[in-house]
């Protein structure tokens, strides 16, 4: 794992628009998938990484998974189908939520696909709502709103620590 670099896009892109086309193959039809893939860009993604708490993980020279987080909320979490299963998304995660915590963030948000629901269950979240978004070439996902609370965010008082 290691902070993103702007020169990771292209090879984020691909991890992206292979995890939506063959890890989420069975969660939405064919064409909403190629739509949903079609939606990210290099450009978008290397804004994402300068403007965001972005992360890769990576084998050696090659980028294997990404995620970031926006403010509060997990925006992107893809990871390689390659490397899926590995337990990649988890560590990802937790690096997110290390930082989330520094930061004495006390709640966590994310908007899970079908493919990822059962992912941030895992990882603690809690489904807030429903709701089907319709993209702007007609395609339909249902999407879970998601959230996951933190407590105190970690931050241990100097006084109670040496308890
Ligand atoms: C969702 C995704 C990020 C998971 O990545 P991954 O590296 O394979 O996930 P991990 O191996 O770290 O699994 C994380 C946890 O979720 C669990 N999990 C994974 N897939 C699961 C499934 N389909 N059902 C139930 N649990 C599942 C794992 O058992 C693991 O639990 P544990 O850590 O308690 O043992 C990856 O499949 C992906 O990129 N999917 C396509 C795109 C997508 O939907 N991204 C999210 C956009 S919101």
Redesign the pocket.
Known sequence: MRQAAPADSEQVLSVIVR??RI??VGYYPEAALASWASDFTESGIRRSIETTDSFVAVDGPRVV?FVNLEVQDVD????DPD?????????MYAQVERLARRRGLSRLT????A??E??FL??GFQVTSRFVLTDDKGMQFDLAAMAHDLGTGGLVPTAARSL
Request: proline share 4%; net charge positive.
């Open positions: 995890a939506i890890s989420a998974g992107l979490l893809f990871v490397y899926g299963g590995r337990g990649v998304a988890r560590r994310a908007t899970a696909s493919r990822a059962p992912v895992q990882f």
